[in-house]
């Protein structure tokens, strides 16, 4: 089982710290300040750790140093995006590498550390980790329902959605389509109900979502 801070078992809505160090006495020192700090939080060795153990669509961020055996903190990060996984990381070295930095911000890392640092700057940027990866869950939540929506639109429905949402008006939806401007309002009228848009606005933001 993995190192915890806490005996908990991490459900859907608990954000967990997971924390990837080869030190021990970081390990332990990271799991005492979360555990004293109420947030649930577990650590793994390395990466391949992780991988067996861990769970990279878990709620939480991924706290995890730049230099480890094996695959470095980089690399993983990589690894992680290529394979659509988009769990937070703040990244922890003990160096004070510029140009790793860059590349870690730049793949979207929330933050970039040094060690040591300030418990106050650890706390701050694991907030503003777990923070981002509640918009990002809300926002995957929304895609998932919007496609689900759109699953039960006929052809013709997802043509109209399509135009009016882009911003053609009914009549010039009509004409692109071939029929009439009639038909295109019954068809708009049937996709908003389908996608369970209250308002044509709320149907542009749903339509979005599927691109």
Do not use: W
């Amino acid at each position: 089982m993995p190192e915890r801070s806490n005996p908990i078992e991490t459900a859907t809505d608990v954000n967990v710290v997971h924390i990837i160090d080869d030190d021990e006495r970081i390990r332990s020192a990271l799991l005492e300040l979360f555990g004293s700090s109420g947030i649930p939080a577990e650590a793994f060795v390395d990466t391949a750790d992780f991988d067996e153990r861990g769970d990279p669509e878990a709620v939480g961020c991924l706290l995890l140093d730049v230099k480890l055996p094996g695959m470095s903190g980089i690399e993983y990060q990589r690894k992680l995006s290529d394979a659509g996984f988009e769990l937070p990381i703040v990244f922890m070295t003990g160096d004070g590498d510029v140009p790793t930095s860059v590349t870690a911000m730049k793949a979207g890392a929330v933050d970039f550390l040094l060690k040591p640092f300030e418990v106050d700057d650890l706390l701050c940027a694991v907030a503003a980790a777990m923070e981002e990866g509640k918009k990002q869950r809300d926002m995957a939540l929304r895609r998932k329902h919007a496609r689900q929506c759109a699953a039960s639109l006929t052809p013709r429905e997802r043509q109209v959605m399509k135009l009016v949402t882009e911003g053609l008006m009914n009549k010039q939806a009509a004409y692109e389509l071939g029929i009439s401007e009639i038909m295109v309002k019954l068809h708009r009228a049937s996709a908003m109900k389908k996608m369970q848009a209250r308002t044509f606005s709320d149907l542009v933001r749903k339509s979005e979502l599927l691109q």
